[in-house]
């Protein structure tokens, strides 16, 4: 029988605690923080993390650390020279724990999750291609473009078009009536774009419902 392999993460996150110490490096300097791993509260998250391990059935692959720093610098001055002392640290506060599950299927049901796989997959973009679109459409504001004659100071004619507040300038009517066409057949294509995404969206997303058993 085939087998099909889902992976999930799980963030755990336990910070650290701050303590009071009287010694600095060797008794120079007094209270100073003292970073270390709360037990308690890292034994808490360990707890949710068994639990939903137990619950889903998955099994760890890998471990992530989740880091934070924290730093100190102090600068003096003596005449012309400059002198200071400081630290810096990176701390380990939680994990990212990568797993997995690997279930034995039947050849139907196989074929069901890679569809279902497959189609989750494209949904992102179809909505960053609907939004595109929409947007694109939103900001053409002069769909319905008027040419105006204008005379020359020396005789003859110009064809202006007015395109989005760009005015667009053709010494011929035939010139100026060709880009009036290319730019309202552009329009008309990224509408009729659109509707198809929309259509697609609408689509994937009920097929989704079915194999889903929605």
Known sequence: MPKWITTASYSVGYGW?????????????????????PEERLQDRLN????WLNKSQYTIKAVIPKTDS???????SSQTA???????LSI???????????????????TRLSRIH????TLPNL??????????????????MTITEKKKLIGGCKYLVDKN??????????????????????????????????????????ELQALRGG
């Open 82 to 88: 400059g002198w200071g002392y400081g630290y810096g």
């Open 17 to 37: 605690d701050y303590g009071k110490k009287n010694a600095f490096w060797g008794g120079t300097k007094d209270n100073y923080s003292h970073l270390t791993t």
């Open 70 to 76: 924290i730093g100190y610098y102090e600068a003096k």
């Open 127 to 144: 909505r960053e291609k609907i939004e595109e679109l929409q947007t694109a459409i939103a900001t053409d504001t002069q769909r319905d």
């Open 165 to 206: 507040g760009m005015w667009q300038e053709f010494d011929s009517r035939d010139a100026a009536d060709v880009y009036v066409r290319n730019e309202q057949a552009a329009f008309a294509a990224r509408k009729a774009e659109l509707d198809a995404a929309r259509t697609n969206l609408e689509r994937t997303e009920k």
């Open 92 to 110: 380990i506060t939680g994990f990212v724990v990568l797993a997995q599950r690997e279930q034995e299927v039947s050849q139907e049901e196989y």
């Open 48 to 51: 949710g993390l068994i639990t």
């Open 118 to 121: 497959y189609l989750e997959g």
